[in-house]
């Protein structure tokens, strides 16, 4: 018996929700030019870091989804989320994600009702 690694979907990231990703974890923005994005590592406990690590910006590149792909693969080790869970996220618009934001409760709410309602 071998092992089969997951398969798993390469959907393109948007650059403004990855940039957005990273400010949520503590990444600052540095430079954006049409070729790529600088974002500084977060603080350590009150030092600055000097690791800076550049994704790519320019979605019309022959190399960005190779560059993206190894940039998404990258943060998912580092934050150790699933790489399927981190593509489909950062595929997301941000007002796609503001509108499943805004359908959560409704959806949870109906789930709670359906899981008390089940015998």
């Not at 092992?3 to 650059?15: A, C, D, L, N, S």
Request: with cysteine; charged share 25%; hydrophobic share 40%.
């Amino acid at each position: 018996m071998t092992f089969e690694p997951p398969t798993v979907v390469y959907k393109r990231p948007q650059i403004e929700t990855f940039i957005a990703f990273l400010q949520s974890k503590g990444w600052t923005l540095e430079d954006k030019t049409n070729s790529f994005c600088s974002l500084r590592a977060p603080d350590n406990n009150g030092e600055k870091q000097n690791f800076t690590y550049r994704i790519p910006a320019n979605e019309n590149s022959r190399t960005f989804d190779e560059l993206a792909h190894l940039a998404v693969e990258t943060f998912a080790d580092i934050y150790d989320i699933p790489l399927q869970d981190l593509f489909d996220l950062l595929s997301l618009s941000l007002a796609d994600i503001q509108k499943d934001v805004e359908r959560q409760p409704r959806l949870l709410k109906m789930k709670k009702a359906i899981l008390a309602n089940a015998s």
